[in-house]
């Protein structure tokens, strides 16, 4: 069964970093775009980043644009969610998705795998 496991969550104060990675198993995501989403506590799951299989094109919400940056290393299968000046508002269950193809990154309902979600919270 493919699974998508997500690492690095945690616990960090206002203006702190984190980084997220995303390694799946039981088979090579090397050819699939690869997208991090978000849910807070009593709120609907949103679009954070994707980045598409060679790594050339990203793509980020709004809220987290020069703040946060998605990267790939297809060598070691891994898509990484790097977090800097993380705030409050950021506090969320991050989830993994992967997809064929390179269109609709940020649409969740598109995605053909998922995490099971790592928790970030942010302290002020």
């Known amino acids: 069964q493919v699974q998508l496991v997500e690492s690095g969550g945690g616990l960090v104060q206002a203006g702190g970093s984190l980084r997220l990675s995303c390694a799946p198993s039981?088979?090579?995501?090397?050819?699939?775009?690869m997208s991090w989403f978000r849910q807070a506590p009593g709120k609907e799951r949103e679009f954070v980043a994707g980045?598409?299989?060679?790594?050339?094109?990203?793509y980020y919400a709004e809220s987290v644009k020069g703040r946060f940056t998605i990267s790939r290393d297809n060598a070691k299968n891994t898509v990484y969610l790097q977090m800097n000046s993380l705030k409050p508002e950021d506090t969320a269950v991050y989830y993994c998705?992967?997809?064929?193809?390179?269109?609709?990154?940020?649409?969740?309902?598109?995605?053909?795998?998922w995490g099971k979600g790592t928790l970030v919270t942010v302290s002020s």
């Open positions: 980045i598409n299989w060679l790594g050339n094109n990203k």
């Open positions: 039981g088979r090579t995501f090397s050819s699939h775009a």
């Open positions: 998705a992967a997809k064929s193809g390179s269109s609709r990154l940020q649409d969740g309902d598109a995605m053909d795998y």
